[in-house]
């Protein structure tokens, strides 16, 4: 049971460069989200889906697109890279978005990605 | 206002010793609470979560006080181990839009 897989786990980006980071989970979660982790700033939420072919904006989606064609999978693309987004990168899901029951709510986080942007 | 707010610490204790952390939360909505753990450099784990009535895992204990807005953790017997960022979690009803809320965490060291 992989988990929440995040690929990769660290990469180096020339400013305007375009990436995507991938993630993918194998647990079958309706809810999926990637938060960027700044020091002193905590998680921040940044693009979030609660099912296949819905996605909907955190709290910092600029310079971000995400898609969710399956449950599985929910890459975070950066379209023109800035040296703001240099950050640690974390993808988490859960079984669901709506149901607060005990355990549903519960987030797996991947490993992390750690970008730098120069 | 933020929804969630932790105080950064940082904590430095000894090890044996008992320490708690507080975590203050602005909608009084709000219907699920959780404690994730961070180790430096790692990702968060989900530590315990937060009843009503109160709940105590091993040397952890955490609760929830509805009338001021605060959900608490108390780690007794520090051990070196314990060293780590700790992040509560709060979900408020469902509205359709986001309705988890993190808060910074508060580091904790714990010194031999």
């Known amino acids: 049971n992989a988990g929440v897989t995040q690929t990769p786990k660290f990469q180096v980006l020339k400013t305007g460069q375009s990436m995507t980071l991938q993630c993918a989970q194998d647990m079958n979660h309706e809810y999926m989200s990637w938060y960027r982790q700044d020091p002193g700033m905590g998680l921040r939420l940044i693009h979030y889906s609660v099912g296949a072919g819905i996605t909907d904006q955190g709290e910092v989606p600029n310079g971000y697109n995400v898609s969710r064609s399956t449950t599985e999978d929910f890459p975070l693309r950066l379209l023109s890279a800035a040296p703001s987004q240099t950050s640690v990168y974390f993808c988490a899901s859960s079984y669901s978005f709506t149901r607060v029951t005990s355990g549903a709510n519960v987030l797996t986080f991947g490993a992390g990605s750690r970008l730098t942007v120069l | 206002r933020k929804e969630v707010e932790q105080d950064p610490g940082p904590f430095n204790v000894p090890e044996g010793a008992t320490v708690a952390f507080n975590c203050t939360y602005s909608n009084s909505a709000s219907q699920s609470f959780f404690w994730y753990r961070q180790d430096c450099r790692k990702e968060p784990k989900l530590l315990m979560s937060?009843?009503?009535s109160g709940n105590e895992d091993g040397r952890f204990t955490a609760q929830l006080n509805r009338a001021s807005q605060y959900i608490s953790l108390l780690i007794r017997d520090s051990k070196l181990s314990d060293s780590a960022t700790y992040l509560c979690v709060v979900i408020l009803p469902q509205t359709g839009a986001n309705n988890l809320f993190f808060g910074t965490g508060t580091r904790l060291t714990v010194i031999p």
């Open positions: 937060v009843y009503s």
